[in-house]
């Protein structure tokens, strides 16, 4: 063979190449539903063979209408194929279904199908740890996603320095967790937790707002809770956490406008919340029954926002027992007064009737030595001043 002859080989090849281009489709299954791995013929004669491979291994074979299977999770369309249609159809999709497929019919290759497997976010938390830290978390994720943090106001990443970890579960899934550190002024930031699947076919939002209320027993409370702007939100729930133990509240449902409260002297005003304000009245709260950390979870298709608020409520003399307190002092200040005015009015009189003693002997006196010349006026006078004398006595 010549030089040329060479040549004229390789620029047909190329041209077979370019003019029998095989398909290839990419096609996106998701974790535990059927998945349909297209692939199509020209119906030209009656008796037809298909075979599919997976990385080029046989799984499936039809040969003059009898099918072999290799296992029992994939199917052809019986009804179809007299039309042309080989397609493969993936029952109950997990991660082994994934890679490279081949769709051969009557000994010619018509597609090649690239299968990824996603086992789309669901969830998504975000939290405070016991120990301080906020976390964000997902689980039953695949392929392993995107973790991102962010604040508003916005700080830089240098300073948040999440630490995150996934890890495959029992089925080959992922659970993602990730925590921040607060920053020292806590109370001044919304933290921003954004997890995005790997192929970009989802981004899930959650934020968090820390908030701190100290308050005196005795009088209503209102927690404020307050959407973001523009958040349309299915749920709001209130949830008590005293002792690492948390309990819900309250929860209302925007498509049926109800409100289900699970504790006592807890209300919700139904006609702001619709406008997006689920403060939550806490009536007559009593400092041991009621402090605790008060979160607000607000919940719309794909995100979560949190407003957590440590609710710390004080004894007080303001209070429902400093009512009979104050009603004890004002009873002993009262008795204390009485005592000194009938102290004051005995002291006065004890004064008088000493003094009204003294003038009576004195007038005695008076009288004796005027005995010479008598007159009318003291004698009016010593009778008016006897006469209380003895009526006082
Ligand atoms: C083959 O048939 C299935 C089942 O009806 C259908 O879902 C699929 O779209 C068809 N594929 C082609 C390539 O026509
Ligand atoms: C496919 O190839 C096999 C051998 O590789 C052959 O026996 C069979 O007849 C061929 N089938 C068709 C439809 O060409
Ligand atoms: C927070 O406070 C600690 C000690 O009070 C200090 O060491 C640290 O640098 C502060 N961090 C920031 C981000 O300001
Ligand atoms: C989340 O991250 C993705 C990917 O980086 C981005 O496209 C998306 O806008 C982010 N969403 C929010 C709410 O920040
Ligand atoms: C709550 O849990 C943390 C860590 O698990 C523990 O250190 C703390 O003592 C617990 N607090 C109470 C009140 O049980």
Redesign the pocket.
Known sequence: MSKTHNGVYFVLWIISLVECKIPEVRVNCIFSEDC?L?C?FTPNRADVNIQWYQQEALILRLQNAGERLRNGTVWL?HD?ISEG?A?LLVKHVDIRSKGRYKCVVNNATQTYVIATVEAPIRVISIDTTPSGLIQCSTKDVYPPPMVQWSTEPSLTSAALQPITRMGPNGKGLFYVETVLKQQNNSLEYIYVCNITSKYGTQSWTASLQLKEITDSEGQDLVIPCTAPKNFKFSTLVWTLTEANKTTEILKYDSWTHKTTSFRDHTKLDEENVVKGDGSLTLKKPVGSDHSGIYTCAFSGIKTRHLIQTHVNITYSRHGKDSTAYNLWMLAIVLGLLALLAVTLLIKRCKAKSKRSQENAQADEEMQRINTDKPTEEPQAESKLMTQPLGSSS
Do not use: G
């Open positions: 349909i297209p199509s369309f179809h249609n397609s």
